[in-house]
């Protein structure tokens, strides 16, 4: 499966993005999908994840209750709506995508097969 994200771009602080990752292949929806992101001089994070069917999502604690992911395999898409945008948000976000048909959300980049190229997100203060 290839995967394109979408939809970064410069917000001022208590603004709203939304990310998309778009892929391709008949079998996106057997593939389970997380968002990672890198801040300069930091390592990928683990942001948000949903299994194959969009049943079970899991966010970190960091973005809890300002990001939402979510999927329509229909589309062959999944998107990160983040809301309350913080400075300390800016980094490369990244969506990853691994075979499961199990409900667990995989929150460690090495699970995950398959990788976008990044889109860049700047929060202003």
């Known amino acids: 499966v290839q995967l394109q994200a979408s939809g970064g771009g410069l917000v001022q602080a208590g603004g709203s993005l939304r990310l998309s990752c778009a892929a391709s292949g008949r079998t996106f929806s057997r593939y389970a999908i997380g968002w990672f992101r890198q801040a300069p001089g930091k390592e990928r994070e683990f942001v948000a994840g949903?299994?194959?069917?969009?049943?079970?999502?899991y966010s970190a604690d960091s973005v809890k209750g300002r990001f939402t992911i979510s999927r329509n395999n229909a589309k062959n898409t999944v998107y990160l709506q983040m809301n309350s945008l913080k400075p300390e948000d800016t980094a490369i976000y990244y969506c990853a995508a691994r075979w499961s048909t199990l409900a667990t959300i995989h929150q460690n980049e090495y699970e995950y097969d398959y990788w976008g190229q990044g889109t860049l997100v700047t929060v202003s203060a």
């Open positions: 949903t299994s194959w069917s969009g049943g079970s999502t």
